[in-house]
């Protein structure tokens, strides 16, 4: 249940902190007073859009915060997936920013909009004038009937979603494989030309690094052959570095004869005498067996350009080039199995669709049957409030196709007067028509809703008389089950009141300002007769006030002797 709501900033409300009880909460005032911004603020706090135009003017945001007294179990475990303790009172808050900054919270946690959404939706209905034409969009008697099945609705269409998501990706998989078998042909072709090719290359790992290794070879042989010739000639010449390396290694061995500590000398001349005889040795072999080839040097560019091409084609490197050839010898072996696994896909479907067809089946037939319980319910409800004759009834009809939400194509018919055939309601009710029956709707759903408050803003629209009478009788008999909160602009509605607030307009220093008065039994007897007679307040206007509150009051009374469930069944 909502306990208060408080509002700071926001459009021409500075301040208002207002408390809600049990029961029938009826908010009236003049037209522009600010009741439509009330309910506006709530339902930002609750998750709704948010705009910045709503910050008062020379302010820099504007919070709204409502407080619920709640147990609800659903509620307590989505506030364990957030962390968040769990308190006496719940406290809902949404801060916005002039820059449209927005900010939301749960008992002081910060929480992502969705989350707040999320525990609003367990706490409140908020049902607005727009929610009237509502009933007139295509899904309405879908939506209405579904509902109205509550958790065994639920889990039917929640399998018979699970099949239709098979069903999709199965025929999205069909649909694949037949695209690829219009383009078989084709496709193999072009794989096979490609397969062709990788494989005539006969690529290997590494082939790519050696060639270029070889072929820098190939390109400086030249300049090799002539350092190499250059060193041979300066180690082997008769005054080159062997023949050094020889008179210096004798003249320390003659030296070595007396005195032994030359030992290491000589050692060392010994060791690099034989090193150089021995690269001298290499290198005449090498530049006596070199056999330079012109025509190598063209064969090794030439497979380079090879291995180029087949990269800017297949892949960077050899790797790429032959995990491109695998999967290409994957694909084409598939292409010629297509046959074969697209009627595997085919039957796969088949057996899909003979599940999803029987879950469609099924949910229709609970749809009827749901149907039927629930335009029961609402004929009871609009036979109250002054169409005794109305008729209300859900037409099936077949989809063409699966869709998410099953077969059913759901119409609802109306007929306010004996006699008359039920026809579309698009094309037969009324405004005030239409707002009575989203209030037997709504008191049908009451019990599957599972939200300890509602709220109707302004569903009076298009009643007047009697019908408000009735109307006003309906909703309070709604709130004996729950919390209501109700803007309106009928008397006969106001008059049924557990808790009556007047809004209205003040203009403190040159600045509007939305204020918000409690009332108790003469201020609810004043603004009665402002809202049937106007300026005229003379005793018979206060006389029909009073005997507004009385026959209220004495309804009540009845009513309150009876068991919840009677009332409103």
């Avoid at 207002?18 to 029938?24: H, R």
């Avoid at 579904?146 to 069903?167: C, N, P, W």
């Avoid at 030359?262 to 005449?284: H, K, N």
């Avoid at 063409?400 to 004996?418: I, R, V, Y």
Wanted: charged share 25%; net charge negative.
């Amino acid at each position: 249940m909502l306990q208060s709501l408080q509002a700071h900033n926001f459009a021409l409300i500075e301040d208002a902190n207002v408390e809600f009880s049990n029961g029938f909460n009826i908010l009236t005032g003049e037209t522009g007073a600010g009741k439509s911004i009330l309910i506006d603020a709530f339902g930002i706090v609750l998750g709704g859009r948010a705009s910045a135009s709503f910050v008062r003017s020379g302010c820099d945001a504007f919070w709204v915060q409502a407080v619920f007294d709640s147990s609800d179990k659903r509620i307590a475990e989505v506030l364990r997936e957030q962390d968040i303790e769990t308190e006496e009172f719940l406290f809902l808050k949404r801060r916005v920013t002039s820059s449209g900054k927005s900010q939301s919270s749960i008992n002081g946690v910060q929480v992502p909009l969705a989350v707040l959404k999320r525990v609003a939706g367990m706490l409140v209905d908020i049902h607005g004038q727009h929610e009237n034409q509502a009933l007139l969009q295509v899904k309405a008697p879908q939506l209405f009937t579904d509902a109205f099945g509550g958790e065994t609705a639920a889990k039917v269409l929640a399998s018979y979603r699970d099949a239709y998501q098979r069903y999709e990706s199965a025929k999205g998989a069909l649909q694949k494989l037949e695209e690829q078998g219009e383009q078989r042909e084709r496709l193999m072709d072009r794989l096979s030309w490609e397969i062709q090719e990788i494989d005539d290359a006969a690529i290997h790992i590494g082939e790519e690094a050696a060639l270029k290794e070889e072929a820098r070879f190939l390109q400086n042989s030249g300049k090799i052959m002539h350092a190499l010739q250059k060193a041979y000639t300066g180690l082997e010449q008769d005054s080159g570095a062997l023949a050094q390396l020889a008179e210096s290694r004798e003249q320390v061995a003659s030296a070595l004869r007396y005195d032994t500590r030359l030992q290491s000398v000589f050692e060392g001349l010994e060791s690099a005498w034989i090193a150089a005889d021995d690269a001298c040795s290499q290198l005449q072999n090498y530049v006596e067996g070199q056999n330079y080839d012109q025509s190598r040097m063209t064969e090794v560019q030439e497979r380079l350009d090879l291995l180029y091409r087949l990269q800017r084609k297949y892949g960077n490197g050899e790797e790429e080039i032959l995990d491109y050839l695998k999967q290409a010898k994957e694909q084409y072996n598939l292409l010629q199995d297509l046959d074969n696994r697209i009627a595997k896909a085919g039957k796969e479907l088949a057996g899909i669709t003979a599940v999803l067809k029987e879950k469609a089946e099924s949910l229709t037939a609970l749809r009827k049957e749901n149907a039927e319980a629930l335009c029961d319910a609402v004929k009871r409800h609009i036979h109250d409030l002054a169409m005794p004759d109305g008729d209300f009834a859900i037409r099936f009809s077949q989809k063409t196709d699966f869709t998410p939400d099953g077969k059913d194509q759901m119409e609802f018919l109306f007929s306010a007067n004996a006699g008359e055939p039920l026809q579309l309601l698009s094309h037969v009710a009324s405004g005030g028509e239409l707002s009575r029956l989203a209030l037997a709707l709504k008191t049908v759903l009451i019990d599957v809703s599972g939200v300890g408050t509602m709220v109707f803003d302004e569903i009076d629209t298009g009643v007047g008389g009697v019908t408000a009478q009735k109307m006003a009788e309906k909703i309070a008999l709604i709130a004996r089950r729950g919390q209501v909160l109700c803007i309106t602009h009928l008397a006969q509605i106001a008059a049924f009141a557990d808790r009556h607030i007047r809004i209205h307009k003040e203009t403190v220093q040159g600045r509007t300002a939305t204020e918000l008065t409690l009332l108790d039994h003469a201020g609810r007897v004043e603004e009665l007769v402002r809202m049937t007679a106007g300026e005229l307040d003379t005793k018979a206007a206060r006389e029909s006030a009073e005997s507004l509150l009385q026959e209220a009051s004495c309804f009540k009374k009845r009513k309150k002797k009876q068991p919840v469930s009677d009332t409103i069944s």
